[in-house]
């Protein structure tokens, strides 16, 4: 059963229409300034935080110095003293301690100290 149609449904759906097959006019502006663009959007001015992090990693990056071997002797004589002052290291500890570069520290580390694999002190030189 369809709804009674009468002429006030006919002027609004016939208004309708000819609404929807009039072109739409847009005005279209470039804007080459992102200030202007994120006015705009309603955004904030300032960069988004993935970015600030992205910049403060890319910083770090190109501050960090490569890091200088000590003469063997040398490192087993400051490696000695450390294992006077603390009979147990992290890794990390040491070459942050030492300023060595990884692989040369775990080598000579190999020959002086024994890594613990089990127990309280895992890991620990």
Request: charged share 35%.
């Amino acid at each position: 059963m369809q709804a009674p149609v009468d002429s006030s449904y006919l002027h609004n759906s016939r208004k309708r229409l000819a609404a929807a097959k009039a072109p739409i006019t847009r005005k279209v502006a470039v804007i080459e300034d992102i200030k202007e663009v994120k006015k705009l959007e309603g955004g904030s001015l300032e960069l988004p935080l993935w970015s600030k992090k992205r910049q403060e990693k890319t910083e770090v990056h190109q501050q960090a110095k490569r890091r200088v071997r000590m003469e063997k002797g040398e490192l087993e004589q400051e490696l000695l003293k450390k294992f006077g002052q603390q009979s147990h290291w992290h890794f990390v500890q040491l070459q942050k301690e030492l300023d060595q570069p990884v692989s040369y520290l775990k080598e000579v580390l190999n020959e002086l100290a024994v890594q613990v694999k089990r127990g309280p002190n895992k890991d620990l030189w």
